[in-house]
């Protein structure tokens, strides 16, 4: 499985951005996507997971009601729009996928495949 994150950039507060995370080996429907984030000098971090089947979606606490991850199956793509960004969503962002189970993981070590970050700058 390969995974290719793309999509970020500097904006400012308020501003929206959208990501992409495009795969490859493997259709995202048979497995549990996520994002993830790595701020500056911080451990990396769990922002969003979405599940195999699409239906069930779980995000942590401060990005909901202003993030949305989402796929396309045809596309084997999966998104993560983010809007209403803050200078606290600073961050490289990753995508991952989990093969080994079904269930969410907010842990970075329960994810088994990673695409390379892009970064978010979000200034005050």
């Known amino acids: 499985v390969q995974l290719q994150a793309s999509g970020g950039g500097l904006v400012e507060a308020g501003a929206s951005l959208r990501l992409f995370c495009v795969g490859s080996?493997?259709?995202?429907?048979?497995?549990?996507m996520g994002w993830f984030r790595q701020p500056p000098g911080k451990e990396r971090e769990f922002v969003a997971h979405?599940?195999?089947?699409?239906?069930?979606?779980v995000y942590t606490d401060s990005v909901k009601g202003r993030f949305t991850i989402s796929r396309d199956v045809a596309e084997n793509t999966v998104y993560l729009q983010m809007n209403s960004l803050e200078p606290e969503d600073t961050a490289v962002y990753y995508c991952?996928?989990?093969?080994?189970?079904?269930?969410?993981?907010?842990?970075?070590?329960?994810?088994?495949?990673w695409g390379k970050g892009t970064l978010v700058t979000v200034s005050s």
């Open positions: 979405i599940s195999r089947g699409g239906g069930t979606t």
């Open positions: 991952a996928a989990r093969l080994r189970s079904r269930w969410y993981c907010v842990s970075p070590y329960g994810m088994d495949y």
């Open positions: 080996g493997r259709t995202v429907s048979t497995l549990l």
